[in-house]
């Protein structure tokens, strides 16, 4: 069984400050992660994804993630935040499930951008 | 290519009536899921369908029901409706045979309230 934890449910960050949101996972088989974005109000968006090979991968909006196997860690960062990151930002996994795709999300952090 | 598109936007209903949300998912994408969000729970995994057959199913109540027609758009309809039903539904949709590695593609939502 899979499942995806993330510390801390807000976030607040100084503009131009350093955003550090964590996801640890747990995977019985290689897994294939996810960070989704949403904005107020819209739907879940792909902000970017880890499937095999560099464990540095880097998304929309200059964000990137580092997948970390030993710690089974995949934590969000961003050198400078900026105003229009305020969002809620979901990590997700997915594996085989009775033959097909089974996605399992975290519960979210709230990221608040102060001025 | 189109989005993900959910209609009504916005829906308000009395406890006790019933409601049906409709999903177009992204042209050529079969696999169609449905979640609902609350601030206290989170994501929460309703159903998903592909090819008009049930393939997954979270744990919701009966009253919670959906469907999926040959053109892969997708109805998902709540009957008896209770205060707690209030919330985002979400729909995601995902091509066919997807690999692992393919993220899911939200529509805006649907935001349900019931007095």
């Known amino acids: 069984a899979q499942s995806v934890t993330q510390l801390g449910s807000h976030v607040s960050v100084s503009e131009g400050a350093l955003v550090l949101l964590r996801c640890n996972y747990s995977?019985?088989?290689?897994?294939?992660l996810f960070w989704y974005v949403q904005y107020p109000n819209q739907g879940l968006q792909l902000l970017l994804k880890?499937?095999?090979?560099?464990?540095l991968v880097k998304g929309i909006n200059g964000f990137e993630a580092e997948f970390k196997k030993s710690e089974t860690s995949f934590h969000l960062t961003k050198p400078s935040a900026h105003m229009s990151d305020a969002a809620e930002y979901f990590c997700?996994?997915?594996?085989?499930?009775?033959?097909?795709?089974?996605?399992?999300f975290g519960t979210g952090t709230k990221l608040q951008v102060i001025p | 290519k189109a989005g993900v598109t959910q209609t009504p936007r916005y829906l308000i209903k009395t406890r006790g009536q019933q409601v049906t949300l409709s999903c177009s998912p992204i042209?050529?994408?079969?696999?169609v899921s449905w979640y609902q969000q609350t601030p206290g729970q989170g994501l929460q995994f309703l159903f998903e369908?592909?090819?008009?057959?049930?393939?997954n199913k979270g744990n919701f109540p009966g009253r919670f029901s959906g469907r999926q027609f040959s053109n892969s758009r997708s109805e998902m309809n709540v009957s008896t409706l209770e205060l707690g039903d209030s919330a985002l539904y979400l729909c995601?949709?995902?091509?066919?045979?997807?690999?692992?590695?393919?993220?899911?593609?939200f529509g805006n939502g649907t935001r349900l309230t019931v007095t």
């Open positions: 997700a996994v997915t594996a085989l499930s009775g033959g097909y795709q089974k996605v399992t």
């Open positions: 880890y499937t095999t090979g560099a464990t």
């Open positions: 995601a949709s995902s091509p066919d045979g997807t690999p692992l590695d393919s993220p899911l593609h």
């Open positions: 369908y592909f090819s008009e057959t049930q393939r």
């Open positions: 995977s019985s088989v290689p897994p294939y």
């Open positions: 042209s050529g994408h079969r696999s």
